[in-house]
């Protein structure tokens, strides 16, 4: 039996052309999938909420990517907070445009 996998997902996608482009051209790639995703992807195919298999997957590992990168960079920001000398810089840079942060600003648009 497979399971029911269920998402919010809109009832219409609009079907997006899949076209090569010089600078990052399509490549074939072989992927082994569960049964059961498998299902759940052709089925979001055959009922119009998504354009293809092969856009899901690739939108999908476009959106891990992007988390990945994101998590990177919140690492990197806490390491940067974690640091005395990093964080007594930027308040040193801080104060010094504090100045400049009004500057042509009338008191009414403060």
Do not use: C, W
Not at 24 to 44: E, G
Not at 68 to 79: D, F, G, K, L
Not at 89 to 102: I, V, Y
Request: aromatic content about 4%.
């Amino acid at each position: 039996m497979t399971p029911s996998v269920q998402h919010s997902i809109p009832s219409a996608i609009p079907a997006r052309r899949r076209r090569s482009i010089a600078s990052d051209p399509l490549k074939k790639v072989t992927l082994r999938l569960h049964d059961s995703v498998a299902t759940a992807v052709r089925a979001l195919v055959d009922s119009g909420q998504a354009a293809s298999a092969d856009a899901f997957i690739e939108d999908a590992i476009v959106a891990q990517l992007r988390d990945r990168r994101r998590q990177r960079v919140y690492e990197a920001y806490a390491e940067a907070a974690a640091d005395a000398t990093f964080m007594h810089e930027m308040a040193q840079t801080n104060r010094a445009f504090d100045g400049a942060a009004g500057d042509g600003l009338t008191d009414a648009t403060r």
